[in-house]
């Protein structure tokens, strides 16, 4: 193992390594001048920051030498009836030696909401530097890998070397509102994914103070369960004890889903989950993760299982069942007395290996149907599957991968837990059934980042190292590239 620090046989390696290491003040502000913008995809006020943030990333990739198509994505609906711009989605690409490999690194711009009043003990928009973690919204997600990259071909064009491979960029700006339009612009840009062989993602987190190599996610499929009673809301002195009331249906039908040991009640649901082989059962065994530090970062007691494989086996390879929340239910503070007309029951099931969107669909519906039946209510019920995102897995075997722990393992001085996550890039999916190309998911950040949570924030080590380790892949690719192209080649 070579350890952190030390190259002395390769001495670009040295080179790139130490020009990060002395320009990681420079790196360290650009995170915070894009901090500073609040890009918010969900707020249709910061439309305009949010357009300038996928500007000023597009300035940014030019300035590497990169050619920047600005793709308009077309206008969204708001539901007060007007229309705002989506931000335009940025393709680049550097490079087109076509003996090089051509790697195609997605990322977001967009972050989630932020206000100071949330309880961040820091501005959320001026990045702040606190032993050694620099917090602020976007800081981990997805602002700081996606500068890392950035940071790492700047890198090379400064020392002036030759960048190993082609890069092509796929940057969106609404991610954290679903990604809309994302799928439409993959297809419509057949012809700029055609010479794409690798495709990288860092838009999640470690596992444990370890690296890590992530190489699959649950999918998910958002239901809307509605229940209708009459044409408003009512006095519960005046028509309680009276009616039907919607709401008691709904919690009914919410409470049939799942009982209190984490047992979905939808029949059939788990008849298509892969079945744990031998082999996979000792993949858990080896992988660091403590259960009690899970538990601190999440302000949880106790957990469903006890042991540390039953619980990456629950989070990642096995089905899972929310409940979200009710639109339409009284939730404020006091004692209101009001019968709501009409509820929506919002909950998610996680998807995984070999489970399908359109059965999972048909097995939700037909289940809140056959209950709702046993209740003879005269009220309307509605069913409806508002996402359907299938679970990823890759290859593990596929050259990236092995490239990806080799520069893990120079950077780091050890080798990465091979992981999977428990939430949902729906992209790593549709990328993969698409374009046919090998999917990777490479993070750089700490699994304590509290990504979406008040004080989320990178370490400026994860950062610097990341901007190492995308710097060092970019190698190790070429390498497994030329040899994989060695070996076709007769
Ligand atoms: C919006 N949505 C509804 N179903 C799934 C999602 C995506 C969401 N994605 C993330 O959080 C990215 C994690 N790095 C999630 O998994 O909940
Ligand atoms: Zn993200
Ligand atoms: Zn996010």
Redesign the pocket.
């Known amino acids: 193992m070579v350890p952190y620090g030390s190259h002395g046989s390769e001495p670009l390696v040295d080179e790139l390594f130490n020009y990060i290491d002395t320009h990681q003040d420079e790196f360290v502000q650009d995170l915070k001048d894009w901090i500073a913008i609040p890009s918010d995809s969900s707020d249709p006020l910061l439309r305009g920051d949010l357009s300038k943030m996928v500007e000023i990333t597009a300035e940014s990739l030019q300035a590497l030498g990169a050619t920047v198509n600005l793709v308009d994505m077309g206008e969204e609906k708001l539901n007060d009836g007007r229309s705002i711009p989506f931000p335009k989605a940025i393709l680049a690409e550097l490079g087109k030696n076509s003996s090089k490999a051509t790697v195609c690194i997605y990322g977001h711009v967009d972050v989630q909401p932020a206000k100071k009043e949330d309880g961040w003990k820091t501005d959320p928009y001026n990045m702040t530097e606190i032993n050694g973690n620099l917090y602020g919204r976007g800081a981990t997600?997805n602002k700081g890998p996606v500068l890392a990259w950035i940071n790492a071909v700047k890198t090379y064009r400064t020392l002036d070397q030759e960048i190993p491979v082609n890069i092509k960029f796929i940057i969106e700006g609404v991610e954290e509102t679903?990604s809309p339009g994302l799928e439409d612009l993959i297809k419509a840009n057949a012809s700029f994914f055609a010479d794409v062989d690798y495709i990288v993602i860092s838009?999640?987190l470690w596992l444990s103070r370890k690296p890590a190599l992530t190489y699959g996610t649950r999918g998910?499929a958002?239901f809307f369960v509605e229940v209708e009673g009459g044409t408003k809301d009512l006095h519960s002195g005046t028509f309680g004890g009276i009616i039907h009331e919607a709401m008691r249906d709904l919690v009914y039908l919410l409470a049939n889903l799942i009982d209190s040991s984490g047992h979905i009640l939808i029949p059939g649901i788990c008849d298509d989950v892969a079945p744990l082989t031998e082999e996979e059962r000792r993949l858990y065994e080896n992988i660091d993760f403590d259960l009690e530090e899970h538990k601190n970062n999440g302000g949880v007691n106790t957990f469903l299982y006890s042991t540390k494989e039953e619980i990456l086996q629950h989070l990642w390879r096995y089905p899972s069942l929310t409940i979200h929340g009710i639109e339409g239910a009284f939730s404020g503070p006091g004692s209101k007395t009001v019968i709501p007309s009409k509820v929506i029951g919002k909950f998610?099931i996680r998807q995984v290996p070999d489970m399908k969107s359109a059965v999972v669909q048909q097995q939700v519906t037909k289940h809140l149907e056959d209950v709702f039946a046993k209740l003879k209510s005269p009220n309307k019920l509605t069913v409806s599957m508002q996402?359907g995102?299938s679970p990823w897995v890759a290859d593990v075997n596929d050259p990236q991968y092995e490239a990806a722990r080799n520069a893990i393992t120079k950077v780091f001085g050890v080798p990465p837990d091979m992981i999977r996550?428990g939430?949902?890039?729906?992209l790593a999916r549709i990328f993969q059934d698409l374009t046919k190309k090998s999917v990777m998911m490479l993070p750089i950040g700490g699994a304590d980042d509290g990504?979406?949570s008040q004080h989320e924030k990178i370490s400026r080590s994860n950062y610097i190292q990341g901007t190492k380790l995308f710097a060092i892949f970019f190698l190790e690719l070429s390498k497994v590239h030329e040899e994989l192209m060695a070996k076709k080649q007769p």
């Not at 939430?423 to 729906?426: G, L, M, R």
């Open positions: 997600d679903g838009d999640n998910s958002y998610s996402i995102a996550d939430s949902t890039i729906p990504e979406h």
